[in-house]
Structure formats: structure tokens, C-alpha cells
């Protein structure tokens, strides 16, 4: 399957712990990275790779891989983390891009 | 530190076709990397379109091949995107962005086109 899917909406209390699903078979093969996009704004990439965050993204992000599902938590969740969650990688040929539907994060 | 900038007409007839500039700054595409084009239409998810290496190496988006043309101008430091026979369904925000490493590292603040008549 050349497909990512995510849950469409998850929502957390504040303070407290949320893990945000992504699978597919690329998974498998390769790492997904995570974008975080606010209304109206372009995406940012929050986590990469293994567990790489960029410079300036918090700690409470942090990311993980198990067989074909990647996962996106927050520890901690804050008011400003609410937002849409995209995951994204290659598809098995690794020629072309895929992204997930997207997770709309609600900070309760 | 790269910065990315799209440009282009905000409005395109339906059976036209869209044009698109990226513009970087900050670094030089003859380099090296990955650069591409990612679409978003109103109230909806993220879609990939196609993506360029400096050297002209593209790949598309299979749903989409028929009608993507990417190419890059490493003279002007800039890489552009045709979509031919444009449909109300094309009405996005189009995003330009970097590929580093298998990450999309660098993201333009996107331009929404309309295709409308």
C-alpha cells in the first residue's frame, strides 16, 4: 500500500501525555518526520529521522517507529500545540513522497 | 539560514495552465538537495506534487504525472511548477519546499491559487 494513515482527531488535557499514530507499509523501510501546521500558516517540521527534533522545537516532542507505525508524542501538551499533525516519508520505491491525512491535535 | 518564496497568479481559468516560481535565498540550489512542491486545498490535507534534484533528476506524483511539469533554473536560484488543464479541483495553497536528508527541512509560506473562471 502506498498509504499513510493517521486518526483524524485526538485531543489531551493539558499537561498530560498524547501519541499521535501514523502507519504504513513504508514505514517498514523508512523513518516518517512530522509537521506541525497551525491555521493559516505553512508547516513546520517538529520531529526526523530516528528522534530528531530541529533547533527550537521543545522536548515534550518526541518521536518513535515500531514495525509500519510511527508515532508522534507530546509530553507535556501545552495550549500551543494544538494544531494539525501531518506524518510524512518515501513510499517503498522511494520515488515518491507520501503524507498522512493529518491529526488535528485539540488541547483540552 | 534558506528561505523559500512562491510566486505566481492567484487566479487561473479552469483548462489553463498553473505557473509557479519558487525563489531561495540563502543557499544555492546548484549545491545540492531535493526541492519540491507540495499542495493543500482548502480544508484539507497535505499532497505531494513532484520534487527536482539540482542536477534535473525529477520525480512526480503518479496521480498528477500527466499533467506536472518541474523544472529548476540554478542561473536565477529558483525551480518552478506547470500544471497544465487546470479543474476547480487544483484550487490550493501551493507550498514550495527543500528535501534534506528524506526531510522537508525548508517550507516557502505557500500562495493560494484558485481556479476559477
Known amino acids: 500500500s502506498s498509504e499513510l494513515s493517521q486518526d483524524p482527531a485526538v485531543s489531551v488535557a493539558l499537561g498530560q501525555t498524547v501519541r499521535i499514530t501514523c502507519q504504513g507499509d513504508?514505514?517498514?523501510?523508512?523513518?516518517a518526520s512530522w509537521y506541525q501546521q497551525k491555521p493559516g500558516q505553512a508547516p513546520i517540521l517538529v520531529i526526523s529521522?530516528?528522534?530528531n527534533r530541529p533547533s527550537g522545537i521543545p522536548d515534550r516532542f518526541s518521536g518513535s517507529k515500531s514495525g509500519n507505525t510511527a508515532s508522534l508524542t507530546i509530553t507535556g501538551a501545552q495550549a500551543e500545540d494544538e494544531a494539525d499533525y501531518y506524518c510524512?516519508?518515501?513510499?517503498?520505491?522511494?520515488?515518491?513522497?507520501?503524507f498522512g491525512g493529518g491529526t488535528q491535535l485539540t488541547v483540552l | 539560514q534558506v528561505q523559500l518564496q512562491e510566486s505566481g497568479p492567484g487566479l487561473v481559468k479552469p483548462s489553463e495552465t498553473l505557473s509557479l516560481t519558487c525563489a531561495v535565498s540563502?543557499?544555492?540550489?546548484?549545491?545540492?538537495?531535493?526541492w519540491g512542491w507540495i499542495r493543500q486545498p482548502p480544508g484539507k490535507g497535505l499532497e505531494w506534487i513532484a520534487n527536482?534534484?539540482?542536477?534535473?533528476?525529477?520525480y512526480y506524483n503518479p496521480s498528477l504525472k500527466s499533467r506536472v511539469t518541474i523544472s529548476v533554473d540554478t542561473s536565477k536560484n529558483q525551480f518552478s511548477l506547470r500544471l497544465s488543464s487546470v479543474t476547480a479541483a487544483d484550487t490550493a495553497v501551493y507550498y514550495c519546499?527543500?528535501?534534506?536528508?528524506?526531510?522537508?527541512?525548508?517550507w516557502g509560506q505557500g500562495t493560494l491559487v484558485t481556479v476559477s473562471s
Open positions: 519546499a527543500r528535501e534534506a536528508y528524506d526531510v522537508l527541512t525548508s
Open positions: 540563502g543557499f544555492s540550489i546548484s549545491s545540492g538537495y531535493y
Open positions: 527536482i534534484y539540482h542536477s534535473g533528476t525529477t
Open positions: 513504508s514505514l517498514r523501510s523508512f523513518y
Open positions: 529521522g530516528k528522534n
Open positions: 510524512n516519508c518515501r513510499d517503498i520505491t522511494g520515488n515518491q513522497w507520501l
